[in-house]
């Protein structure tokens, strides 16, 4: 009885193994070969190695811990039976070596579905051409790279996944790699520089985009559920703007019915409002639950109409989050607060709508018509939050007071004020 219950764990199935043994940091995985001789190789058949800083001792100097890690992981590939579906190194103790290219190249030869690696700062790693051979991939997360697809690259035919940060590609190339993966369903691209982007992906379900782009174009992306889009701004890409003269907020917004979720960040908002007024807009977001903007100009008409046209064309929000980001000398002046009356009709209704919050608010006149239009056609809205800008001080009473007597068309519409 007693050698039975000592060797229960070793007779479970490779299946549930295998499973507690992912679970575990993979040095801790690696030392149960010490446990019997039953456990001597249950590691090595793993289909997920996650390699980190964890893996060997760290100390202040970093060529001993680069290189322990290198010849840790170099072990562990060197002693690994059967595929390897999944592989991710994330350190900072690792810059680019010929090593990673030799773990590449086994890598592509072990059936990898999904590879991520986040290197130091310093020397970028050149991804080398044996990955653009793993055919089976489903999941790409690449950090600080120079990624460089060879002329024969016909793209990764499995790949559902694909994030892209502070990655060195020729613009060309990306919407090439994009388009060449029939089932990406996420995209995630971060800190590019002037990029002009124009995305076919027909499967895509999520959008994260983050850096200095002069242009965006979602050329086909019909399936999009959730967009999250931070514009950075330079001299060059502002007077880029200013030259633009078709319709910013079609070509990202005219052709995504089914999105549920948008997130615009700083200079979002001044994007959609560069060039031709789109007028009536013909798309209606039905499946709209949840829009965040952050960093929106009241002083200036255009961005005001993005966020109204937003929002009038979204039936079903549930949710909205606004913040302001107003020159305030030139915002108190506002001119034409007669567009309240003119775009805004008093019969629209935002009948799901519960949730607003308004941050960085400053108090002028178009953000106080905004919150007055919000609370007067919401009728089952529950809380509406107003978190004033930190350097207002004088007018917070003026608000406060010009709050109270707004019409709610809810009842149970609650406002809160919050001081920082």
């Known amino acids: 009885m007693g050698d039975a219950a000592e060797d229960f764990i070793s007779d479970l199935p490779q299946s549930i193994l295998e499973n507690i043994l992912t679970r575990l940091p993979i040095g801790d995985a690696v030392r149960t070969c010490i446990l019997s001789s039953k456990w001597r190789y249950k590691w090595a058949t793993l289909t997920q190695l996650v390699f980190d800083e964890n893996c060997v001792p760290i100390s202040n100097d970093r060529v001993p811990v680069e290189k322990s890690l290198v010849k840790f992981i170099t072990h562990a590939l060197f002693l690994h039976q059967g595929p390897i579906h999944k592989f991710q190194l994330s350190t900072v103790h690792l810059q680019s070596c010929p090593d990673i290219d030799q773990w590449l190249l086994f890598l592509s030869r072990n059936d990898i579905r999904e590879l991520v690696l986040e290197l130091g700062e310093g020397e970028w790693f050149r991804v080398p051409s044996c990955l653009f051979n793993c055919r089976k991939l489903t999941r790409l997360e690449l950090f600080r790279c120079e990624f460089d697809p060879p002329l024969t690259f016909t793209g990764f035919p499995c790949l559902r996944s694909l994030n892209l940060h502070q990655v060195l590609v020729a613009p060309e190339a990306i919407e090439s790699l994009i388009s060449s993966c029939p089932l990406l369903e996420s995209l995630s691209l971060s800190y590019f520089d002037s990029l002009d982007l124009n995305i076919c992906a ?36 502002a007077e880029h703007f ?179």
């Open 202 to 237: 027909p499967n895509l379900k999520y959008l994260y985009l983050e850096g200095e782009f002069k242009d965006i174009h979602l050329e086909s992306t019909p399936l999009l559920v959730s967009m999250s889009i931070a514009m950075y701004m330079t001299d060059d890409i």
């Open 242 to 420: 200013e030259q633009s003269s078709s319709c910013n907020f079609l070509k990202i917004l005219g052709g995504v019915p089914h999105l549920e979720k948008l997130v615009g960040y700083i200079y979002f908002t001044k994007y959609l409002s560069i060039g031709d007024d789109p007028g009536r807009l013909p798309i209606t977001y039905n499946h709209l639950k949840v829009i965040e903007l952050y960093q929106v100009s009241f002083e200036d008409m255009k961005e005001i109409l993005v966020v109204i046209q937003l929002i009038t064309n979204s039936p079903n929000l549930k949710e909205l989050h606004i913040s302001g980001s107003s020159n305030t000398l030139a915002a108190i002046e506002a001119p034409d607060l007669d567009f309240w009356e003119k775009e805004c009709h008093a019969d629209y209704s935002f009948k799901q709508l519960k949730l607003v919050k308004m941050t960085d608010i400053s108090g002028v006149p178009h953000e106080m018509e905004l919150i007055k239009f919000l609370l007067s056609n919401s009728p089952v809205l529950e809380i509406m939050s107003i978190t004033p800008c930190t350097f207002v001080t004088e007018r917070k009473v003026n608000m406060l007071i010009e709050l109270v007597r707004f019409i709610r068309a809810s009842p149970r519409a609650e406002i809160i004020f919050i001081q920082n």
